[in-house]
Nanobody, 119 residues
Framework: QVQLVESGGGLVQPGESLRLSCGVS????????MGWYRRAPGKERELVAV???????????DSVKDRFTISRDNTSNTRNTLNLQMNNLKPEDTAVYYC?????????WGRGTQVTVSS
């Protein structure tokens, strides 16, 4: 059973930082692309950032470039970790953030963590 569990969300003021983490556990024979998505109130879910299986390739939404950094730690074949360092947060970054991973050729989603940026 593969599970993705996000952590690190919260309430911050504009300009502050947060670090999200996603623990991927289970029988991880192959963990390919991983990424973060978000859904703001009243909007569709959108891509925030993705990272390749070995961490060598990354891609970001234009709205978060130069502020967010995605990284991953392929610790073992039973646990991987995906991170998102978010700096200079803006009110428009307020959303539920979801972790996504392609594990053993199947897509998996976490349940999400709330990030609220407000003064």
């Amino acid at each position: 059973q593969v599970q993705l569990v996000e952590s690190g969300g919260g309430l911050v003021q504009p300009g502050e930082s947060l670090r999200l983490s996603c623990g991927v556990s289970g029988r991880l024979f192959r963990v390919a692309r991983m990424g973060w998505y978000r859904r703001a109130p009243g909007k569709e879910r959108e891509l925030v950032a993705v990272i390749s299986y070995n961490g060598a390739g990354t891609n970001y939404a234009d709205s978060v470039k130069d502020r967010f950094t995605i990284s991953r730690d392929n610790t073992s074949n039973t646990r991987n970790t995906l991170n998102l360092q978010m700096n200079n947060l803006k009110p428009e970054d307020t959303a539920v953030y979801y972790c996504h991973a392609v594990v053993n050729y199947s897509p998996y989603w976490g349940r999400g963590t709330q990030v609220t940026v407000s003064s």
